[in-house]
């Protein structure tokens, strides 16, 4: 039985050997994938949310840890101190940070990432293209659209997505070329608050030790040193987290690679997965 790929060429040679009474350019090298300015995303002022049950409670949950921490630094640990600097400095801080967390975790998650036109595949919409002979389309089998070179689809969103990196439950959306600034910014700030708030609860534990621990805190001392312990239990493991991410996000920056797909997809020279190829006949 034939793949996908090979009926695929199959039509398309028939059909260009019945216009025109010519085969199909057999230079391997001569197949050159579309560039992605050729294939316009879809429109950019349209509002993008991805509607998956699981995404969504990450996003909420996202959310709640941070206004979590927010509460805990604000009410535990810098409206009861008595040094007044201190608690509008830290404040500062941190209540900026944490702005800027949420505002770029919004923007990351309600942005398109880089979607392609969803059904653009058909035989008008290619000839319209004007494409050169010998020239590559690759058309996903699973939306029906025509895939720029470094796109990915994406199963959660259904669409094929411009240098996806990959798809983020915490921020409800795919990772990928328009989009990967805001999700960058968002593990910066994220890793930047749960270090700040780290440094703050080491500081709050040794204050409170020598001094006495009901007069360092608005709650009760039992209250306070588990309030306290489970900030530092989500601070440092986010701090991990993010930093990691960050980590690699910037690496790929760097080095123009969206490396998880990327180095799935370092198959043999001629092995195409999950992909119809449609050949320009050489006129």
């Known amino acids: 039985m034939k793949s996908p790929v090979h009926r695929c060429r199959d039509v398309e040679r028939a059909r260009a050997e019945a216009r025109t009474g010519l085969g199909y350019l057999q230079a391997p090298e001569q197949r050159i994938p579309i560039s992605k300015d050729i294939i316009t995303s879809s429109s950019a002022s349209a509002m993008w949310f ?36 201190y608690s509008v400095l830290n404040g500062l801080v941190f209540n900026g940070l944490a702005f800027l967390a949420l505002a770029s975790h919004f923007r990351a ?35 029906c659209s025509i895939k720029p070179d470094r796109a990915h689809h994406c199963s959660v969103c259904k669409r094929c997505i411009r240098k996806m990196d990959h798809h983020c439950p915490w921020v409800n959306n795919c ?29 709050h534990f040794l204050y409170c030790f020598e001094d006495d621990w009901t007069k360092c805190s608005s709650f009760s ?48 020279h001629g092995d195409i997965i999950e992909e119809d190829v449609i050949e320009i006949p050489l006129n």
């Open 50 to 85: 991805i509607r998956d049950a699981c995404g969504i409670a990450c996003g909420v949950i996202t959310w709640l840890l941070v206004l979590y921490a927010e509460f805990v630094v604000v009410f535990v640990m810098l409206l009861p101190s008595k040094n007044l600097t």
């Open 109 to 143: 998650m309600c942005t398109d990432p880089g979607a392609v036109p969803k059904g653009n595949a058909t035989k008008e919409y290619i000839e319209s293209l004007q494409l050169k002979p010998g020239q590559v389309v690759y058309k996903c089998p699973k939306c």
């Open 175 to 203: 990772v990928g070329e328009s989009n990967q600034k805001y999700f960058v910014l968002f593990t910066m700030y994220i890793a930047l608050i749960s270090l700040h708030s780290l440094a703050m609860v080491v500081f």
């Open 221 to 268: 001392p039992p209250a306070t040193v588990i309030l306290l312990i489970l900030l530092c239990f989500e601070a440092l493991l986010f701090l991990i987290f993010t930093s990691v991410m960050f980590g690699t996000q910037v690496h790929s920056i760097c080095t123009d690679e969206t490396r998880p797909l990327e180095a799935l997809e370092q198959v043999p």
